[in-house]
């Protein structure tokens, strides 16, 4: 057993039950009967948006669970991975973030996951950079040369640039390598400034911690929430919520826009790329959600005003 133990909510996937998923011997579902979207669309500049902000509090996606918040004069960086992760391939265009985003005001990591915790493309970073990572991670990051580096328990907090962050609960799991299984924790941030509220979800199945995020959070502006890696469900369940259940975790948190994550960029499960934003498009409107923001990958939106996507 592992440094963070989750099973109570989480289950105990085994070995055996990976077995069973990998060599097909328990039925999945059938995605040939769902709608599914034909490409994902990609931003042309993705730097376009960002150059034309002027202070304006703006949120981008850059693919998979990488996101850029901007509130005031902060910049943070949230699972910043570029181009192909290790054993992941990439399906979509790699973006630049490094280029496009080349100081933030700290990258934060959501837990250790190759997609989500990538190694070469946080090396692009200079090692002064402020990093904040779950508990368990920090020594990583000081191996590799980084000078700054908080580590945080869940509803733990800091002030960065008049922006405050928290760490908040998630429902998923950590593994780097044969023998790490949950000896660093997981989760996800809210971002508080300027007047404004972002949650980033990480990586999680459907728990009744967002209910408590939303309680502590009353004024979410936006939510950054995955909804792909959910097939097969019997197996995925506990660690990957599906599009029915983003719709549900975004009312939790009380978020005004829905930004969905998490898809179309790595195959990581049995679900085609163009299915998790074709079932929550029309998962949305059957529940009536209205406000669903697909950002293009690279793709930028703003806070105020008319929050319009560019």
Avoid: C
């Avoid at 919520?241 to 719709?247: H, K, Q, R």
């Avoid at 960029?265 to 679900?271: A, H, N």
Wanted: proline share 8%; net charge negative; charged share 20%.
């Amino acid at each position: 057993m592992g440094r963070f133990d989750d099973r109570a909510r989480n289950g105990d996937r085994g070995f055996g039950d990976l077995l069973v998923w990998q060599l097909g011997l328990k039925e999945g579902d059938d995605h040939a009967a769902r709608p599914a979207w034909t490409n994902i669309p990609i931003a042309e500049d993705p730097t376009a948006a960002l150059r034309q902000a002027n202070g304006r509090p703006q949120v981008s996606w850059f693919g998979h669970a990488s996101a850029h918040i901007r509130l005031g004069g902060a910049s943070f960086l949230v699972d910043p991975v570029e181009g192909d992760a290790f054993m992941v391939p990439r399906k979509t265009q790699p973006v630049p973030i490094s280029r496009i985003v080349p100081k933030p005001s700290a990258v934060l990591v959501t837990h250790n996951h190759y997609d989500h915790m990538d190694e070469k493309s946080l090396l692009q970073y200079p090692k002064t950079t402020p990093i904040v990572a779950p508990l368990g991670l920090g020594d990583w990051f000081v191996r590799r040369g980084f000078t700054n580096v908080s580590e945080f328990d869940w509803w733990q907090s800091t002030v960065i640039d008049d922006v405050r962050v928290t760490f908040v609960p998630s429902q998923h799991w950590s593994r780097r390598g044969l023998f790490d299984q949950n000896n660093s924790l997981w989760g996800g941030y809210v971002f508080e400034g300027s007047g404004y509220t972002v949650h980033h979800a990480g990586d999680s199945g459907y728990t009744d911690d967002f209910g408590e995020i939303g309680r502590r959070f009353p004024n979410v502006d936006l939510a950054f929430i995955p909804i792909g890696a959910y097939a097969p469900r019997w197996f995925m369940k506990p660690a990957h919520m599906n599009p029915v259940e983003a719709i549900k975790t975004a009312r939790d948190v009380g978020a005004g826009a829905l930004v969905p994550i998490h898809y179309g960029t790595f195959i990581l499960t049995d679900e085609p790329l163009g299915e998790p934003p074709a079932l929550l498009e029309m998962h949305a409107e059957d529940e009536g959600f209205k406000d669903v923001r697909f950002l293009p990958v690279g793709g930028s939106m703003y806070l105020d005003g008319d929050r319009e996507t560019v």
